[in-house]
Structure formats: structure tokens, C-alpha cells
């Protein structure tokens, strides 16, 4: 099946109990068992398995082409369970030096107590990634593209030096969505995406999700998910397998707007360089598209940057995206916060648009106006 096919028809069949062709809202903790020991269809308690969640993980599972799916309470909780998973104090991880700053916090104020180490690395670059993998390391985590400088990573070379090192190749796929990209055809062993963003795809849930690529690390995840319990809760299941029907159509339009946006800022005086992907040979080579997001930075400095991300009217100053809704937002004073004064600060000058689906010529207006500012 075609992947459009795929996000409305995967792992929901019609319900058995009506035939209602929606999956149903299972909002339960506990279910009936016929004996001691004995779930009835294999169904005890929900932190362990719920019907929703389980239409959403298959669903997740097929889009991605991995053998399990798992949903989680939101994207860092589903990268905190894939690294407890997969790692052990005194292992290492080598990350982006472009990266989200949950992520970065995650590392290097959470996982870093716990006993691991973690170097960062340009993961647009191979021979960096190469130089910055150790003896010890157990994992090489990349977002492609990368937030906010819209970076790309060659997946199949990364996943060579993975395997060269005996490590994990783990691809955070929130920016590009499984519509756009599938890094376990490119040898990615798991994917990560906060649900939240494209996959829900309203700004109006909050979640994460892992795929494994093969059986024994998804038995593996699997059990840790249990064992940690930070599941999505069913009615955030129900929202995200909502979202993903029409995931494949939402990426289109967010595709067409942002080539336009990138177009405009290109152009513009009082923008000094654009981050936008779709002359990547790499992108052109593993993605459809190039995806939704754009960042840039403005010739006037940081203040001039501030005043566009205040200016806008049509762009809501907000933080997250991949929502229906366009977004616009100061990396340095809000996402990407957590990373001021280290290797992974990005520049203050900096403004990153997620652009959302409305009428591109309202985009391109009130873009004009707020440039203007700068």
C-alpha cells in the first residue's frame, strides 16, 4: 500500500463490537479477566497495552517500515526510554551540535548525572561524526533536518559508521515526518518523533514515538516502555492516529508555502542568510521535500530578529510546530534557551518559521511587513 493508504488503514480496522471505521477511544485503566492469569484478548492493564495505543503504534510502526511502534507521553520521553534502553552508565552518545535544546537538557543536564557521556558533533558532516565516536559509544543520535539550522545528515553514511562502531543509529525524524523521509530504508535502527509536531499536526496533543527497525530492540523498548510507564494516554493516542490521516496532504501545503517563504526571504535586504534544505543533493536524494520549516537570520542583528518574531500578525510568536497553523519564534531566547553558552548555542540573530497551511499570499504579506521592521 501507498503511504497515504497506510495512515488512514493501518492497524485500524473497523471496530469489531459496531463496526465503527474510527478506532475508539478506549479511556480505560483495567479490564475484565476471564481467570486468574488470564487477559481477556491479552488486554490487564493499560499502562501495558490499550486498544488506542496500539492502533496508533501499528499505524506509526507501518509508516515508518519498522516491526513496532511505541507511543509515549511526549518526544524527549520517548528519546529518555530509547537511550535508558539501549545505554548504561559510563557508555557514550555522540548528538548534533545543531540540536533541539530539550534534547541537549536532556543530555547534558539529566543523562549526564546518570553516568553518560555525549559529544557533539556536525552530523551534516561524516568525517566529524567518525572522529567524535569512542570506544564506549553506544549511540549516535541525529535529527536531519536538524533544529533550528535545517542541517542534513547523510543517513546511510552515518549508518555505516554505526555499524562500524557496534553502536546504535537513532534518527529523530520530527522535521521532515514520515510523509517526507524514512530513515530505516536509509539503515537507521530506530526512529524518534515528538508526535506532537507534524504527526498530530493541530497544536493539540502532546506526545513521542519510537519505531524499531527490527524485532529484538523493539521486544527490547518495549519492555522498558512498560517498565518506565510514561505512555500515551489513549484520548493523546486517538488525536495523533486522527492526525496522521491526513498527514500526507498537510505536508504537501506545507511543502508548497514554505518554497515560497524561502523564495521571499532570499530575496529580501534585510535578511543576511536562509536555512532551507531544498537544494540539499543529500535531502533530494532520502526526503520528497524539503519539508516545512525555514529558519533565517536577520542583517540587522539580534534586536532587529526580535522585532520581526514580535511583528508578524498571520505567524503566532510560539514555541513547538508542525502544526495546521504557522509559527514564528527567537531560537536563542525561547527553544533553544537551554543551550545558551555551550557548544550548542545558535545565533541570536537567529528566527525560525514553522510555516503552516493557510493562503500563502497572507504568509508572504505579513512576512513583508514584519521584515520591514527589522
Request: charged share 20%.
Amino acid at each position: 500500500m501507498e503511504f497515504e493508504t497506510l495512515a488512514i488503514h493501518a492497524g485500524q480496522e473497523p471496530d469489531a463490537l459496531t463496526g465503527a471505521v474510527v478506532t475508539p477511544i478506549y479511556q480505560v485503566s483495567t479490564y475484565a479477566q476471564d481467570g486468574v492469569g488470564k487477559p481477556r484478548g491479552g488486554w490487564e492493564y493499560s499502562r501495558s497495552g490499550n486498544p488506542t495505543r496500539t492502533a496508533l503504534e501499528s499505524c506509526l510502526a507501518a509508516l515508518e517500515g519498522g516491526v513496532g511502534g511505541f507511543a509515549f507521553a511526549s518526544g524527549l520521553a520517548a528519546t529518555d526510554c530509547f537511550i535508558r534502553t539501549t545505554c548504561s552508565p559510563g557508555d557514550h552518545v555522540v548528538i548534533p551540535d545543531d540540536a533541539y535544546g530539550g534534547t541537549y537538557r536532556l543530555f547534558s543536564k539529566v543523562l549526564e548525572r546518570w553516568g553518560l557521556s555525549w559529544t557533539a558533533a556536525a552530523v551534516n558532516d561524516a568525517d566529524a561524526v567518525r572522529a567524535a565516536v569512542r570506544e564506549n559509544t553506544k549511540v549516535i543520535w541525529v535529527e536531519t533536518p536538524t533544529n533550528p539550522l535545517l542541517g542534513i545528515a547523510d543517513l546511510a553514511a552515518l549508518s555505516d559508521i554505526a555499524k562500524e562502531a557496534g553502536a546504535f543509529f537513532a534518527v529523530d525524524n520530527t522535521f521532515a515526518s514520515s510523509y517526507l523521509q524514512q530513515p530505516i530504508a536509509h539503515g537507521a535502527d530506530v526512529v524518534m518523533h515528538s508526535t506532537t509536531k507534524y504527526l498530530g499536526g493541530h497544536s493539540d496533543v502532546v506526545g513521542g514515538a519510537l519505531v524499531a527497525a527490527d524485532a529484538e530492540l523493539a521486544e527490547r523498548i518495549g519492555y522498558h516502555q512498560n517498565a518506565t510507564g510514561a505512555v500515551a494516554g489513549p484520548f493523546d493516542a486517538w488525536i495523533v492516529l486522527r492526525g496522521l490521516k491526513t498527514l500526507g496532504v498537510r505536508m504537501d501545503r506545507h511543502c508548497d508555502n514554505a518554497e515560497r517563504v524561502a523564495a521571499l526571504l532570499r530575496e529580501h535586504d534585510a535578511v543576511a542568510q536562509v536555512y532551507y534544505p531544498d537544494a540539499d543533493e543529500t535531502a533530494k536524494k532520502q526526503m520528497k521535500r524539503a519539508g516545512g520549516m525555514v529558519s533565517f537570520r536577520c542583517r540587522g542583528g539580534a534586536e532587529s530578529a526580535v522585532r520581526v518574531c514580535e511583528s508578524t500578525r498571520v505567524f503566532t510568536l510560539g514555541e513547538s510546530l508542525g502544526g495546521v497553523e504557522s509559527l514564528i519564534e527567537h531560537p536563542g531566547r525561547m527553544t533553544h534557551a537551554s543551550a545558551a553558552g555551550s557548544a550548542l548555542e545558535v545565533p541570536d540573530d537567529l528566527v525560525r518559521l514553522s510555516v503552516g497551511i493557510e493562503h500563502v499570499d497572507d504568509l508572504l504579506a505579513d512576512l513583508t511587513d514584519a521584515l520591514a521592521t527589522a
